[in-house]
C-alpha cells in the first residue's frame, strides 16, 4: 500500500507534476479509481493509499488526462507518446536527485 502522500511525491520525483496546480490537476482525474477519495484528505493515513492495482490505473489515467490536454489529443499513438514522454527523461536514482534538487 502507498500512501497518497507517498504517490504526490512520487509525481514529483519522476516529473510528472511539477507544480501544486499540476498534482492537483492530476489527482483531479483519478476520481474514477475505486477506493480512491477526491478531493485527497488526510493523504499520510495508510488506510487511505493506493495498491498495486490502483497505482497502476492512475498512472494510466494521468496520462490519459495529460494526452488529452496537450498537443497529442489527436494523434494516432498520442497515448503511447505522452506516457513515454513521461518516463523518458525522469532521474529515480535518490542520490543523482537529492544532487539536483
Avoid at 502522500?5 to 501544486?20: D, Y
Wanted: proline share 1%; aromatic share 10%; with cysteine.
Amino acid at each position: 500500500m502507498i500512501t497518497l502522500q507517498g504517490f504526490l511525491h512520487f509525481m514529483k520525483m519522476m516529473g510528472i507534476a511539477r507544480s501544486r496546480d499540476e498534482a492537483s490537476n492530476c489527482s483531479d482525474c483519478m476520481h474514477e479509481i475505486d477506493g480512491v477519495t477526491i478531493p485527497f484528505t488526510d493523504t499520510l493515513n495508510i488506510f487511505n493509499g493506493l495498491n498495486y492495482a490502483q497505482f497502476l490505473e492512475a498512472i494510466l489515467r494521468i496520462a490519459y488526462y495529460k494526452k488529452d490536454n496537450s498537443d497529442q489529443a489527436g494523434a494516432h499513438d498520442g497515448f503511447k507518446n505522452t506516457l513515454e514522454a513521461m518516463f523518458a527523461d525522469s532521474d529515480i536514482d535518490i542520490r543523482k536527485k537529492a544532487k539536483t534538487d
